[in-house]
Each structure stands twice: as C-alpha cells, then as structure tokens.
C-alpha cells in the first residue's frame, strides 16, 4: 500500500506543483488549501504523513498538528515561512516531527517526507534498549544488571514518550498533553520528572538532554 500523504498548503502554485512531484514519488496524495478542507479530508483519509503550512487563511496550522497527534495520527512536518525562534518552537510544542522553511529545496523536502514515512510505517517496539537498561512496555517494567528499577506510573509514560518519538526533540507541552491529558499541572512538572528519570536511570548509552526553551530529547547511543 503506498504511504498517504496530506498536504495543507494555501499557495496553490506550490501546492499542486508539489503534490504532482509527491504522486510521481508514488505517494497517494490528498490536498488542502484551508484547515477546514483538511479536516473535512481527514473524515475519509488517514495520512501516514502530514505536510502542514503553518500560517492558513482560517487559523493557524499548528492547531490541526494538536488535532491529529491528539489522535495519535500522522507524522507531522511543518512546511513555513516564518523561521524565527519562537515560530519553530511552536510547531514542536504543537507536536511536529520536522519543520521545513520556505523556500525549500525540493531534494531535501522529499527526503525529509520518505524519512517520516518511513518512521510512521515501522511498527511500534514494545521493549527498547536504552543503555544498560530493558524498558518493556508491556509489562512496565525497567530492568538492569542489578534488577528492576522502581518508576512511578507517570515516570515510566514519560520516559516511554520520550523513547517512542525515535531521537527528536519533544516539548514540554507535547509531554503535559501525552503523559497528563486533561489533568492540569505546572509546566515545571515535567522538568521534575525528568531529573527523577535522570538520578533513577544511571549508566552509559545515553542521554536524556534538555534543549532550551523547546523541551528535551532521549538520545540512544
């Protein structure tokens, strides 16, 4: 089956010249000029990948990125032209797996969307190695040369959030609305959580880093 492809683009210059290139690719491709076309569209397709402009004639994108990861839906690149900071850092607190700028270069949009795709299709691991640790989804539990290592349910989702999302920098928020859900707690609730994880999960391999004004990042060695 090909990988499905959802592109949310109100330029219709680009966003047709780029779906023809993404078809031609052999992706199924659907498109969207305003973020009621794409969720209409999201009705009847389920996309693999979600190529998403952030500013739309009705609203923001990154609302339709909460929207579908929410849901536990498709990969997620932003596709933009507003590169400042805080504008980066708000597609990833919306939940985006990559971010593009525009004007892009068509070669590395390509391989940025395979790679997603690629991502989106391996099936979800239910035991991760992260050093000299065993994290097994199925049954909870952390074990190490010396045994089980004691975590709280809301330490292990946090740690299993960080460990699914493959390397990439997850926000702050994106943890509050994974691990929380509706329950309302400080933002500063996270940063203590990690730094439990942290003092908990000792050992070489990796490293669990904090990316300033974003959120942080698992990085597996």
């Known amino acids: 089956m090909p990988t499905r492809v959802l592109l949310v683009e109100d330029d219709r210059n680009l966003r047709e010249a780029l779906a023809e290139t993404l078809a031609d690719e052999a992706y199924d ?14 009705k009847a397709f389920v996309p693999d990948v ?30 933009t032209a507003r590169t400042l900071e805080d504008d980066v850092v708000k597609g990833f607190d919306a939940g985006a797996d990559d971010y593009v700028a525009k004007p892009y270069r068509l ?23 992260l050093g000299a640790w065993t994290v097994d989804e199925a ?28 390397g990439r920098v997850v926000s702050r928020d994106e943890l509050l609305d994974q691990v929380w859900g509706d329950v309302v707690v400080d933002v500063h609730t996270v940063d203590n ?21 974003v959120g942080f990042r698992l990085v597996v060695h």
């Open 29 to 42: 491709v659907k498109t969207a000029a305003t973020l009621a076309e794409a969720r209409a569209t999201l």
């Open 50 to 79: 979600l190529v998403l402009d952030l500013m739309l004639p009705d609203g923001d994108g990154s609302t339709l990125c909460r929207e579908v990861k929410r849901s536990g839906g498709a990969r997620v690149l932003m596709l």
């Open 107 to 129: 070669k590395e949009l390509l391989a940025r969307i395979a790679a997603l795709a690629r991502r989106s299709a391996a099936p979800a691991a239910t035991t991760h190695r």
């Open 139 to 166: 049954t909870r539990v952390v074990t190490g040369a010396d045994g089980e290592v004691a975590l709280t349910r809301k330490e292990f989702d946090l740690l299993v959030c960080l460990l699914r999302a493959s």
């Open 193 to 213: 959580f990690v730094s439990s994880l942290k003092k908990k999960l000792k050992g070489d391999g990796f490293e669990l880093k904090t990316v300033r004004g």
